[in-house]
Structure formats: C-alpha cells, structure tokens
C-alpha cells in the first residue's frame, strides 16, 4: 500500500487540530502551538516510502554546558516518560523533546495524545533543563 501525498496528510493533521478546538499557527506546512512557557512543532515528513509526523518542542536552546549531571538526568527520563524522549542536538546547542507518529493511518486520538505530551513534559521541564544547560526557555 502506498503512503497518502503529504498533502493528504496536511489536511488530516489541519482537520484534527480544528475539529479538537486546539489553537495553532501554520506556515511553511508545519503546525505551532503554544503551551505555557514553549512551543511544539508538527512537522510532516517522509522517512523512506512512509510519512511521520514529527512533533517536538525546546526544552533548552543556545546551552551553555552539557555535563554529566545533564546527560544523566535526560537519559533517566527518557526512562520514566511514556511518550516520547529528550534529544540533545549539540550542532544546534538545543535540548529537544520530540515524538514521532507513523502518518499512512494517523489517528486523531494519537495525535491528540502525543501533541498534549510533548506540549506537558517540555512546558513542565524546560525551566529546570534549561537552569542545567545555562540555556534558555522558548519563552525567555
């Protein structure tokens, strides 16, 4: 079976984000939305012949340190959490927390329950992270 056209997949991602009464932006065909203190990304993409749908906030960016103390308290948590994970992108000196949907059968309770994650845990974790890191929130 081939994967809808991302556009395809645009309009469903749209049409779940309206009808759920979740307030966002949209440029250059990804989808915003603010939570407290961040901002969580809806990124459509393909990966090989299937579409994903990328969502993922800033926890921390323009860090200032990465020691042991972080890397060991992002993997803890990556433990503990159920959806999704904590990324460190050291190039573009940002502590990300990302989840990942298969978009061929995207299911607007799926989308739903990742999007509120991803917005909760960054929102929830961002001013400690970025107290480690001597970064900063999206919001700072």
Same mark, same amino acid.
């Not at 994967?3 to 989808?31: C, T």
């Not at 299911?107 to 991803?118: G, I, R």
């Given at each position: 079976?081939?994967? %809808? %056209?991302?556009?395809?997949?645009?309009? =469903?991602?749209?049409?779940?984000?309206?009808?759920?009464?979740?307030?966002?932006?949209?440029? /250059?065909?990804?989808?915003?939305? /603010?939570?407290? #203190? #961040?901002?969580? #990304? !809806?990124?459509?993409?393909?990966?090989?012949?299937?579409? !994903?749908?990328?969502?993922?906030? %800033?926890?921390?960016?323009?860090?200032?340190? !990465?020691?042991? #103390?972080?890397?060991?308290?992002?993997? +803890?948590?990556?433990?503990?959490?159920?959806?999704?994970?904590?990324?460190?992108?050291?190039?573009? =000196? +940002?502590?990300?927390?990302?989840?990942?949907?298969?978009?061929?059968?995207? /299911?607007?309770?799926?989308?739903?329950?990742?999007?509120?994650? !991803?917005?909760?845990?960054?929102?929830?974790?961002?001013? %400690?992270?970025?107290?480690?890191?001597?970064?900063?929130?999206?919001? /700072?």
């Amino acid at each position: 079976m081939n994967p %809808p %056209p991302l556009p395809n997949l645009h309009d =469903r991602v749209a049409e779940i984000l309206r009808r759920s009464g979740v307030p966002y932006l949209e440029q /250059d065909g990804a989808f915003f939305v /603010d939570r407290g #203190t #961040t901002r969580v #990304t !809806v990124l459509l993409c393909t990966w090989n012949q299937y579409s !994903v749908v990328r969502i993922y906030a %800033p926890v921390a960016s323009h860090f200032v340190r !990465v020691d042991e #103390t972080l890397t060991r308290f992002l993997a +803890c948590e990556n433990n503990r959490v159920l959806f999704g994970k904590f990324s460190l992108d050291m190039e573009a =000196r +940002c502590i990300w927390f990302e989840h990942a949907l298969l978009g061929d059968f995207l /299911d607007a309770d799926e989308l739903l329950v990742a999007l509120e994650s !991803v917005a909760a845990i960054a929102d929830e974790y961002d001013e %400690p992270i970025a107290a480690m890191s001597g970064g900063e929130r999206f919001s /700072d």
